[in-house]
C-alpha cells in the first residue's frame, strides 16, 4: 500500500502561483508513477500532469507551459508548481500514483490516491 497526503492548497489570485506538494509513504519507490489530478465541482477527475522514475513527465494541453511537476525521490515526495494561475484552474487537486514506465492519463490506472487538497484562484 502507498499512503499519499498533498499540501500547499489555498486562495490565491488569478495571475498568482502556487505549489503544491504530495508525500508518499508506505511501499514507495523510485519506480512509482506519481500523477496529479483536478476535480472542479460538478466535473470529472481530469489528469493534470504525471511524472515517472527517470523524470519523464506528462501534461494536459491546458496547463503546459504554466505547470512544473517533479519529484524528489529522496524525500518521497512530488511537486506541482502552478504559475499564472486563472480562475479555470480552482479545483481540488488529488495526488496519485501508480507503477510502471509509461505515464497514463486516465484515473483508472492510478492505484493510490490522497486526499486532495483545495485550490481557489479568484478573478
Known amino acids: 500500500q502507498v499512503q499519499l497526503v498533498e499540501s500547499g492548497g489555498g486562495l490565491v489570485q488569478a495571475g498568482s502561483s502556487l505549489r503544491l506538494s504530495c508525500a508518499a509513504s508506505?511501499?514507495?519507490?523510485?519506480?512509482?508513477?506519481m500523477g496529479w489530478f483536478h476535480q472542479a465541482p460538478e466535473k470529472e477527475r481530469e489528469f493534470v500532469a504525471g511524472i515517472n522514475w527517470s523524470g519523464g513527465t506528462e501534461y494536459v494541453d491546458s496547463v503546459k507551459g504554466r505547470f512544473t511537476i517533479s519529484r524528489d525521490n529522496a524525500k518521497n515526495t512530488v511537486y506541482l508548481q502552478m504559475s499564472s494561475l486563472k480562475p479555470e484552474d480552482t479545483a481540488v487537486y488529488y495526488c496519485?500514483?501508480?507503477?510502471?514506465?509509461?505515464?497514463?492519463?486516465?484515473?483508472?490506472?492510478?492505484?493510490?490516491w490522497g486526499q486532495g487538497t483545495r485550490v481557489t484562484v479568484s478573478s
Open positions: 496519485a500514483a501508480t507503477s510502471g514506465y509509461v505515464i497514463p492519463s486516465s484515473r483508472e490506472e492510478f492505484h493510490y
Open positions: 508506505g511501499r514507495t519507490g523510485s519506480s512509482l508513477i
